[in-house]
């Protein structure tokens, strides 16, 4: 859990060191919001929800950092719904790493297609599953192996599948829309820079 904490310090940094004003927080932190009221409305429905498509979106649009902040962000919000515990920073870390690659990603012009966007929902959805299943494996196995891990990724596969399946689906039905407003937001107000 330490070593979770600590890992996240320097995207924190990261998005320190660009000073961001108070109205570079708003958009971000509305994103989160929308995320983890998002992750809430949906929780009928095991591992269906629009969380890592909104994380996703908010990324491509304002940057690495920015997503990083808002996946975290996110993970805290809706687990003031959920119950918060030492899942929450395993949560944190892994909405927060898909934020910031999706970032990245789409620094290169990597993601600048829906079906892009797409395939990195998918590949989220399994991403999101296999950290969350780190901490199970050292939250709940006493003795870790090998064969303990493929069984912990075999029995999530469904759960994963799930999570990519609808990730794609909110990305498909709303990330042309989304970053079109979010860019326009962005340039109107001279917000963070990718």
């Given at each position: 859990?330490?070593?979770?904490?600590?890992?996240?310090?320097?995207?924190?940094?990261?998005?320190?060191?660009?000073?961001?004003?108070?109205?570079?927080?708003?958009?971000?932190?509305?994103?989160?919001?929308?995320?983890?009221?998002?992750?809430?409305?949906?929780?009928?429905?095991?591992?269906?929800?629009?969380?890592?498509?909104?994380?996703?979106?908010?990324?491509?649009?304002?940057?690495?950092?920015?997503?990083?902040?808002?996946?975290?962000?996110?993970?805290?919000?809706?687990?003031?719904?959920?119950?918060?515990?030492?899942?929450?920073?395993?949560?944190?870390?892994?909405?927060?790493?898909?934020?910031?690659?999706?970032?990245?990603?789409?620094?290169?012009?990597?993601?600048n297609k829906r079906w892009k966007l797409?395939?990195?929902?998918?590949?989220?959805?399994?991403?999101?599953?296999?950290?969350?299943?780190?901490?199970?494996?050292?939250?709940?196995?006493?003795?870790?192996?090998?064969?303990?891990?493929?069984?912990?990724?075999?029995?999530?596969?469904?759960?994963?599948?799930?999570?990519?399946?609808?990730?794609?689906?909110?990305?498909?039905?709303?990330?042309?829309?989304?970053?079109?407003?979010?860019?326009?937001?962005?340039?109107?107000?001279?917000?963070?820079?990718?």
């Open positions: 859990m330490i070593f979770i904490v600590l890992s996240m310090l320097p995207f924190f940094m990261l998005f320190e060191m660009k000073k961001p004003r108070a109205r570079e927080w708003v958009p971000l932190a509305v994103m989160a919001a929308i995320a983890a009221i998002g992750r809430i409305v949906f929780a009928p429905i095991p591992s269906f929800k629009p969380t890592t498509a909104i994380i996703i979106i908010t990324s491509v649009v304002f940057g690495p950092e920015s997503g990083f902040l808002t996946g975290t962000i996110t993970a805290i919000a809706s687990n003031l719904f959920f119950g918060q515990g030492p899942w929450t920073p395993w949560q944190m870390f892994a909405w927060g790493t898909i934020g910031f690659l999706a970032g990245v990603l789409s620094k290169f012009k990597i993601l797409c395939v990195y929902g998918m590949v989220s959805g399994f991403l999101f599953g296999w950290i969350m299943n780190i901490w199970a494996a050292t939250g709940f196995i006493n003795e870790i192996s090998w064969k303990m891990f493929a069984m912990l990724y075999v029995s999530s596969f469904w759960f994963d599948f799930t999570h990519g399946i609808a990730t794609v689906v909110f990305l498909y039905l709303l990330s042309e829309s989304w970053i079109a407003k979010l860019e326009r937001i962005k340039m109107k107000f001279g917000l963070i820079e990718r």
